[in-house]
């Protein structure tokens, strides 16, 4: 159902990644609804948060240890779950902050994209990256888990463990009328139970971008802060620029790493992100070929079908893993491939990776794909996945078409070969064709009139959020472009030295880099 680079391309974050930001497959713009009154929010903005430990908020084990730090205060902001009617049910986003050590400009928040990655995670993570530095010193290092992922609340729920493990090793990959339509209603029935375990179709409707950037400007508010000082990494930029749109006003500073076209369809992202993993596996199968063990041979050329012989025969023979305590379904080799293409540095895993299962093993990239489905080591799933579907559903364009969908199924495997499972298009139509309430979002040119100067940072050889996508999103916004030549998934606040000092210099003193200004990543260590 849920599988790798379908229409809804690459999910959510490991923590691993959790300053590499998360891929999306569109950039949509906000539909627009009726606001409610400014008096009927009154409420929303006055409130005064109650800062206390972090601990009880953390929803998996790595956050329940990052977050054991007093330096750490979390809260939980209240805001309504249908702006068109404040006066009904509310909806409580998570905050959590590490205080300026000096002298304090205002709140950076930080989101690290997905959509469905936790920003709680990422501001605890961040906050220590940060520890001495001059952001540290300046700002309230801020990250928020947006409505309906992590620990917000209502969350968004739609499988149980079980159900995740049976999901996993789901092929989905009989292109015949009886096998789309079995896949068709393992679908409609995911669509259900997401309603259900929820908390109703209501909850669905409103947990889109339109709505989170709401949140976002009740939270700059509440935080004290007359304008957003803001850091998104790939679906974060999308609400970065949305909210740009909504309150050019109330903007002081926006960084937005790993950019996403807001011009640009639903199919044509997916399609140009395929071409991005391909990309970035043939960069990955190259650096492999120099080495002589490499599993892939050192013709890179056969790299694609060396690879679809070592993992398409998981399709009948699921190897063991884990000791023969688990197995590696085909599903779960891909997932776990793509996720080690996210970053240049988890290149040797890889190998090693795809080295074992010709061996066998199949423990290595069941783990990679643990990281990607946020499965964390006792077996519990946390909800990045389930909140990135959703949230995907109303944010997205629609395909209803089985037509439409097989052509983008077949335009994106012709651009990622390497992740073809060799038996034809399955043309079932994704979760979203059932899904119980609209799109909110569509794609268009942003209306930002008023907007300060803005930096937009894009990786020359980034797998999920293709380069020139952040070159169209510098444009839209008539912001400046900071250009990084490397292969990985974003780069901002991440140790490159050349890179973390133009952004720095933008978000204290809002000075911008010349124009055509380039960075370099450093080569991946030890290779």
């Given at each position: 159902?849920?599988?790798?680079?379908?229409?809804?391309?690459?999910?959510?974050?490991?923590?691993?990644?959790?300053?590499?930001?998360?891929?999306?497959?569109?950039?949509?713009?906000?539909?627009?609804?009726?606001?409610?009154?400014?008096?009927?929010?009154?409420?929303?903005?006055?409130?005064?948060?109650?800062?206390?430990?972090?601990?009880?908020?953390?929803?998996?084990?790595?956050?329940?240890?990052?977050?054991?730090?007093?330096?750490?205060?979390?809260?939980?902001?209240?805001?309504?779950?249908?702006?068109?009617?404040?006066?009904?049910?509310?909806?409580?986003?998570?905050?959590?902050?590490?205080?300026?050590?000096?002298?304090?400009?205002?709140?950076?928040?930080?989101?690290?994209?997905?959509?469905?990655?936790?920003?709680?995670?990422?501001?605890?993570?961040?906050?220590?990256?940060?520890?001495?530095?001059?952001?540290?010193?300046?700002?309230?290092?801020?990250?928020?888990?947006?409505?309906?992922?992590?620990?917000?609340?209502?969350?968004?729920?739609?499988?149980?463990?079980?159900?995740?493990?049976?999901?996993?090793?789901?092929?989905?990959?009989?292109?015949?009328?009886?096998?789309?339509?079995?896949?068709?209603?393992?679908?409609?029935?995911?669509?259900?139970?997401?309603?259900?375990?929820?908390?109703?179709?209501?909850?669905?409707?409103?947990?889109?971008?339109?709505?989170?950037?709401?949140?976002?400007?009740?939270?700059?508010?509440?935080?004290?802060?007359?304008?957003?000082?803001?850091?998104?990494?790939?679906?974060?930029?999308?609400?970065?620029?949305?909210?740009?749109?909504?309150?050019?006003?109330?903007?002081?500073?926006?960084?937005?790493?790993?950019?996403?076209?807001?011009?640009?369809?639903?199919?044509?992202?997916?399609?140009?992100?395929?071409?991005?993993?391909?990309?970035?596996?043939?960069?990955?199968?190259?650096?492999?070929?120099?080495?002589?063990?490499?599993?892939?041979?050192?013709?890179?050329?056969?790299?694609?079908?060396?690879?679809?012989?070592?993992?398409?025969?998981?399709?009948?023979?699921?190897?063991?893993?884990?000791?023969?305590?688990?197995?590696?379904?085909?599903?779960?080799?891909?997932?776990?491939?793509?996720?080690?293409?996210?970053?240049?540095?988890?290149?040797?895993?890889?190998?090693?990776?795809?080295?074992?299962?010709?061996?066998?093993?199949?423990?290595?990239?069941?783990?990679?794909?643990?990281?990607?489905?946020?499965?964390?080591?006792?077996?519990?799933?946390?909800?990045?996945?389930?909140?990135?579907?959703?949230?995907?559903?109303?944010?997205?364009?629609?395909?209803?078409?089985?037509?439409?969908?097989?052509?983008?199924?077949?335009?994106?495997?012709?651009?990622?070969?390497?992740?073809?499972?060799?038996?034809?298009?399955?043309?079932?139509?994704?979760?979203?064709?059932?899904?119980?309430?609209?799109?909110?979002?569509?794609?268009?040119?942003?209306?930002?009139?008023?907007?300060?100067?803005?930096?937009?940072?894009?990786?020359?050889?980034?797998?999920?959020?293709?380069?020139?996508?952040?070159?169209?999103?510098?444009?839209?916004?008539?912001?400046?472009?900071?250009?990084?030549?490397?292969?990985?998934?974003?780069?901002a606040l991440q140790g490159n030295t050349c890179v973390d000092d133009i952004v720095s210099a933008y978000l204290i003193d809002l000075r911008l880099p010349p124009e055509g200004a380039r960075c370099s990543l450093a080569p991946t260590p030890g290779r």
């Amino acid at each position: 159902m849920l599988d790798a680079l379908r229409p809804f391309a690459v999910a959510a974050c490991s923590a691993a990644l959790a300053l590499s930001g998360c891929s999306q497959p569109a950039a949509p713009a906000v539909v627009p609804q009726q606001p409610a009154p400014a008096s009927e929010l009154t409420r929303f903005y006055d409130q005064q948060l109650s800062w206390g430990p972090c601990v009880d908020y953390a929803s998996t084990p790595a956050d329940r240890a990052s977050f054991d730090d007093e330096a750490l205060q979390c809260a939980r902001l209240e805001v309504p779950l249908d702006y068109a009617a404040p006066e009904g049910r509310t909806a409580q986003v998570a905050v959590l902050r590490h205080r300026a050590t000096g002298d304090r400009i205002g709140s950076l928040l930080v989101n690290p994209g997905g959509p469905g990655a936790s920003g709680m995670s990422l501001g605890a993570t961040m906050s220590r990256r940060l520890a001495k530095s001059p952001l540290s010193e300046r700002f309230d290092v801020v990250g928020f888990d947006p409505r309906g992922v992590g620990a917000s609340t209502p969350t968004i729920d739609c499988l149980n463990d079980a159900e995740w493990e049976v999901e996993r090793a789901d092929l989905d990959i009989d292109p015949s009328p009886e096998g789309v339509a079995q896949t068709e209603a393992e679908n409609q029935q995911y669509a259900q139970r997401c309603t259900e375990r929820s908390g109703g179709a209501d909850v669905l409707a409103n947990a889109g971008t339109r709505d989170v950037v709401r949140d976002v400007d009740i939270l700059r508010q509440v935080l004290g802060d007359q304008k957003l000082t803001y850091l998104g990494y790939s679906y974060g930029t999308r609400i970065g620029s949305a909210y740009a749109e909504a309150y050019p006003q109330n903007v002081r500073a926006l960084v937005l790493d790993g950019a996403l076209d807001p011009e640009q369809t639903t199919v044509q992202r997916t399609v140009d992100q395929s071409a991005g993993f391909q990309q970035a596996f043939d960069a990955f199968a190259a650096d492999c070929a120099k080495e002589p063990n490499c599993p892939l041979g050192q013709d890179p050329a056969r790299a694609t079908a060396n690879f679809q012989a070592i993992t398409r025969p998981l399709m009948d023979r699921p190897a063991p893993a884990d000791g023969g305590a688990r197995t590696l379904s085909y599903p779960d080799a891909v997932t776990g491939t793509i996720q080690a293409l996210y970053l240049s540095d988890f290149w040797p895993l890889l190998t090693r990776g795809l080295s074992t299962l010709a061996s066998g093993d199949g423990t290595i990239l069941m783990r990679l794909a643990d990281m990607y489905n946020d499965r964390d080591p006792d077996g519990h799933y946390g909800n990045g996945i389930e909140a990135f579907v959703a949230i995907s559903c109303v944010d997205e364009e629609r395909i209803t078409d089985r037509g439409e969908q097989a052509e983008l199924i077949r335009r994106s495997n012709e651009m990622a070969p390497f992740r073809d499972d060799g038996h034809g298009v399955v043309a079932a139509l994704d979760p979203c064709a059932f899904w119980p309430a609209p799109p909110t979002s569509e794609p268009h040119v942003p209306q930002v009139e008023g907007l300060p100067p803005t930096l937009t940072v894009s990786v020359t050889g980034d797998p999920a959020t293709p380069y020139q996508a952040g070159v169209d999103l510098a444009k839209a916004l008539s912001g400046s472009l900071l250009s990084v030549e490397g292969a990985q998934h974003t780069a901002a606040l991440q140790g490159n030295t050349c890179v973390d000092d133009i952004v720095s210099a933008y978000l204290i003193d809002l000075r911008l880099p010349p124009e055509g200004a380039r960075c370099s990543l450093a080569p991946t260590p030890g290779r």
